[in-house]
């Protein structure tokens, strides 16, 4: 009967993925009447696929592209003229898109360095945002982008797209209906092998670049390639690491199955370079325990030197329950195993990874002025996991956080790790 009834959810689940499919590609054909006017900031990278799903939106309107590299902006520019018939105003100062009052909504793809820095002052300036994972670079800036959507009744998607896939959806179902019993534990693991560039000497910025605007936040230093392009994130400066480029996506998987809706009390962190040759700044291993009040815990693995993951997925969660447990990836797939011998129970394999459903989700909220799935709340429980595990590792030990307060207890030398300093005049505003 369970084999049934494995089958028949299999195939139910599947049916409603295509389905949900099909819903989506009709929302291309939406009135063009009362069009969004959307500003893509950073459109290189992930921008680009962004700029692919807003033009798939009839009732979207690309008003301008902003980047500091020329290259990336005529790319784009072509790209919107061939598919729309247009071509949309091009800046590589964000600033200009927060005065022009007929822009109502940015999406941010940048270095993270630069999330918050443009996000709150578009919000300030009336904008809604879609801001790439981790919409925060450090954690107090996660609470300021809370403050902000509250304060100015303002939109905000974080990028961690799987939240609005099928997948998602039909796992989620089965937790509330106690599948596996309590959830009482899970994991979240990234595991890719990464390569790195040797040190390079500094050089003269590429033609038409803006490095100073690029550089933005982070303290004024010479050009140099490793640090630009696809190499940025392995640099504090500028980037997150694993646990912030990637392990964001899982850490969030993590947070949600384990149904937790506050910051962890107690954190503990381990990393070290056991692999790895090239330049970043970061381990090539790290393990992070986050304990919470309710007495549930949450762990976080990354290994970027194996060319293999657990499970069979690079990316994924364990979610362990009472009666069972249930292994979830953001590469389409879930399976619950029951009881001591692991019997197989209901399973998704192939679904979507939500890319164009989250983005949709993001608009049609623009519109209704209803919260999206991933809103600045969301955003900030999970990239605060990013933040708080790697302030344990460069700690070295066990920490206590307050998560009414967001501060650590007794432990001024971890509290400054909340924040950083900000190169003039690109500071957030604090408070809002």
Not at 20 to 37: C, E, F, G, K, Y
Not at 259 to 282: C, F, K, M, Q, W
Not at 292 to 305: A, F, P, Q
Not at 390 to 396: H, K, M, N, P, Q
Request: proline share 5%; net charge neutral; aromatic share 10%.
């Amino acid at each position: 009967m369970k084999n049934v009834l494995r089958r028949t959810f299999l195939k139910d689940s599947l049916a409603g993925a295509a389905a949900l499919t099909v819903a989506a590609a009709r929302q291309t054909h939406a009135s063009p009447n009362d069009q969004i006017n959307v500003a893509s900031v950073g459109v290189g990278g992930m921008g680009t696929g962004h700029v692919g799903r807003l033009l798939t939106r009839a009732d979207v309107r690309i008003a301008a592209v902003c980047d500091i590299d020329q290259a990336h902006r005529e790319r784009t520019e072509q790209q919107v003229r061939r598919e729309k018939g247009y071509a949309p105003k091009s800046v590589e100062d964000f600033r200009e898109l927060l005065d022009d009052k007929s822009i109502d909504a940015l999406v941010i793809a940048t270095p993270h360095h630069w999330h918050c820095p443009i996000a709150i002052p578009a919000m300030q300036a009336g904008k809604d945002v879609y801001v790439e994972k981790p919409a925060s670079h450090v954690f107090r800036e996660g609470r300021l982008l809370v403050d902000a959507a509250r304060k100015y009744n303002r939109i905000v998607q974080h990028g961690t797209q799987m939240r609005s896939s099928e997948v998602t959806k039909q796992a989620d179902k089965l937790l509330k209906e106690g599948v596996i019993g309590e959830v009482k534990m899970s994991k979240a693991w990234n595991c890719q092998r990464h390569t790195h560039r040797q040190p390079v000497a500094d050089s003269s910025v590429p033609a038409g670049v803006n490095y100073d605007m690029w550089l933005g936040p982070a303290k004024e230093r010479g050009f140099n390639n490793n640090r630009f392009h696809r190499g940025w994130a392995w640099y504090r400066e500028y980037g997150n690491g694993d646990i912030g480029n990637d392990g964001i996506h899982d850490l969030d998987l993590a947070r949600w199955g384990l149904g937790v809706e506050t910051h962890p009390n107690r954190i503990t962190a381990h990393g070290s370079r056991i692999d790895l040759v090239g330049e970043r700044e970061y381990p090539d291993n790290m393990m992070v325990s986050y304990h919470y009040d309710e007495g549930k815990v949450l762990t976080y693995e990354d290994r970027g030197w194996s060319p293999y993951g657990n499970y069979g997925f690079d990316s994924g969660n364990a979610f362990y329950g009472t009666e069972g447990y249930m292994i979830f990836s953001r590469r389409g797939y879930f399976q619950v195993y029951l009881g001591r011998k692991d019997e197989p129970g209901p399973g998704l394999r192939g679904g979507p990874r939500g890319h164009p459903e989250h983005m949709y989700d993001f608009l049609d909220c623009v519109r209704t002025r209803k919260q999206p799935i991933a809103n600045a709340e969301v955003a900030h429980l999970s990239c605060g996991l990013t933040h708080l595990g790697e302030i344990a590792y460069r700690a070295g030990r066990v920490l206590h956080f307050d998560p009414e307060k967001e501060k650590f207890i007794n432990d001024s030398e971890a509290d400054k790790m909340l924040t950083k300093e900000y190169r003039e005049p690109w500071s957030v505003p604090d408070p809002v």
